[in-house]
């Protein structure tokens, strides 16, 4: 069964959904790490979120979804796009003894940041004030939006998966249908989201129901880190201050923290970096 984004619409309705099954890009992500399990989880819930809301907010372009604040565990943090391309890492520094976001984080909030191909970079703000993720996200789109919006977000240590619904503007004032179409949704269950594929899923849920699905979009597991971009890091430090670091450690090393890589750099990497710039992608590998 392959990674992917499904977008449905009820056309009587007025109202629109998402399923998202992610267990093979989850396991690149989590394979990375040796994370306590309960962030595993939380970093889970939020790579379908994320996923789900690249199409939710309709853009071309970048997307960051940090969950940030004091405690245990100061970010975790997932990036994607509009293909799709999704990676994730967390920043814990103390022990995780609860799964409710209010104790993972103190005075915690989640920020939404889109930087799209062509226009101006947007960001929204929402604090993490409820137990789940899905409960905040719900109150995002409550607070932004005012659209009605419900997600369902589902994870184990092998899997990750998700289904969202949200009334469209002109349905928001019919309460009946959308509460009708969350009740069907509330039935799933996890192993069915797993392990069945997404028409069946939505065959059994809503086999009554006018039900319009739109072609999947899949996900995968993408860093985009490379030696070339690390190298444009260390140029933004200056030649002297590189050279000198190389003096005292006898290289520099350039850690991913998404993906766990390491890019080594030596004085002859640092003379191709500020003599011949144009020379870098040719022999920075």
């Not at 928001?172 to 509460?179: E, I, K, P, T, V």
């Not at 999947?216 to 670091?245: H, N, W």
Request: glycine content about 6%.
């Amino acid at each position: 069964m392959k990674d992917q984004l499904n977008r449905y619409l009820f056309d009587n309705a007025h109202v629109r959904g998402e399923l998202v099954q992610a267990n093979k890009t989850y396991q690149e992500i989590k394979n990375n790490h040796q994370y306590p399990t309960v962030i595993n989880l939380l970093l889970g819930e939020l790579l379908v979120a994320t996923s789900m809301l690249t199409a939710l907010l309709k853009f071309e372009g970048d997307i960051a979804v940090q969950l940030q604040g004091d405690g245990p565990v100061s970010v975790v943090v997932v990036n994607g796009d509009d293909k799709q391309q999704l990676r994730g890492v967390a920043r814990v520094h103390g022990d995780v003894t609860s799964s409710k976001l209010t104790e993972i984080f103190t005075k915690g909030y989640m920020v939404i940041t889109i930087t799209p191909t062509k226009g101006e970079r947007y960001q929204g703000i929402v604090a993490l004030d409820k137990d789940t993720l899905a409960e905040c996200l719900e109150a995002y789109f409550e607070q932004s939006e005012q659209l009605k919006t419900h997600f369902w977000l589902r994870c184990d240590d092998e899997n990750a998966a998700g289904m969202m619904i949200q009334a469209l503007p002109n349905e928001s004032d019919n309460d009946d249908a959308y509460h009708h179409l969350r009740q069907l949704t509330d039935t799933i269950k996890d192993q069915e989201l797993f392990s069945l594929d997404a028409n069946t899923i939505l065959n059994r849920l809503y086999h009554q129901e006018d039900v319009r699905i739109f072609d999947p979009q899949d996900l995968s597991f993408v860093c985009g880190c490379s030696k070339e971009r690390s190298g444009t890091a260390i140029i933004s430090v200056g030649r002297e201050e590189a050279e000198s670091i190389i003096e005292e450690q006898g290289q520099i090393t350039m850690h991913c923290d998404y993906c766990n890589t390491e890019y080594l750099f030596d004085l002859q990497d640092i003379a191709v970096l500020f003599n011949d710039p144009e020379e870098n992608s040719q022999q920075l590998h």
